[in-house]
T-cell receptor, first 118, second 113 residues
Framework: AQKITQTQPGMFVQEKEAVTLDCTYD???????LFWYKQPSSGEMIFLIY??????QNATEGRYSLNFQKARKSANLVISASQLGDSAMYFC???????????????FGQGTILTVHP | EAGVAQSPRYKIIEKRQSVAFWCNPI?????LYWYQQILGQGPKLLIQ????????DSQLPKDRFSAERLKGVDSTLKIQPAKLEDSAVYLC???????????FGPGTRLTVL
């Protein structure tokens, strides 16, 4: 079974500073994908970034980058130049990329609440 | 392109009552998911459909929850009878196929009193 662990219930950051949100995962499968989603107070889940287990380069999407360390089974999200609008809940999630009944479904962590201070 | 639609957005019921939620996925998306998100937790998959067939319902409490996806498009999730612990946000998501990006709807917030 897959497991995602986010150990930071809450994080605070000053506007314009960078922040790292931690995520570790556990799986015995070799082919998987790691996702980060943002969930504002309005409730919708907004996809931020994706990293495949075979991708050699760390994924980047604008101000978001994913620090993927496969040997440590970690997939930390780095947000550069934080903005007030970044205040939200952030979820790390995993999906198996090949075969079996777990194919397709996302397994989520507990989430980290990020608060950006002016 | 229209997103995933869900209704109602909010529902308050008393325990032992029944409730149903509706989801309309993005047009052409073959895979549809229902997730349950209890306050303070990450979403948990309840059921996954591929077209109108069930792929995974291992975490669906089948004694009280049921779901269907008629004609491989819209889906309904029903709870009968509801318990206090069913209070949660129910998220519907869809993807073109099972290994592509999932797009989430706005969710239905259920409160069971």
């Amino acid at each position: 079974a897959q497991k995602i662990t986010q150990t930071q219930p809450g994080m605070f950051v000053q506007e314009k500073e960078a922040v790292t949100l931690d995520c570790t995962y556990d799986t015995s499968d070799q082919s998987y994908g790691l996702f980060w989603y943002k969930q504002p107070s309005s409730g919708e889940m907004i996809f931020l970034i994706y990293q495949g287990s075979y991708d050699e380069q760390n994924a980047t999407e604008g101000r978001y980058s994913l620090n993927f360390q496969k040997a440590r089974k970690s997939a930390n999200l780095v947000i550069s130049a934080s903005q007030l609008g970044d205040s939200a809940m952030y979820f790390c999630a995993m999906r198996l990329n090949a075969g079996g009944t777990s194919y397709g479904k996302l397994t989520f962590g507990q989430g980290t609440i990020l608060t950006v201070h002016p | 392109e229209a997103g995933v639609a869900q209704s109602p957005r909010y529902k308050i019921i008393e325990k032992r009552q029944s409730v149903a939620f509706w989801c309309n996925p993005i047009s052409g998306h073959a895979t549809l998911y229902w997730y349950q998100q209890i306050l303070g937790q990450g979403p948990k998959l309840l059921i996954q459909f591929q077209n109108n067939g069930v792929v995974d319902d291992s975490q669906l409490p089948k004694d009280r929850f049921s779901a269907e996806r008629l004609k491989g498009v819209d889906s309904t999730l029903k709870i009968q009878p509801a318990k206090l612990e069913d209070s949660a946000v129910y998220l519907c998501a869809s993807s073109l196929v099972s290994y592509t990006e999932q797009f989430f709807g706005p969710g239905t917030r259920l409160t069971v009193l």
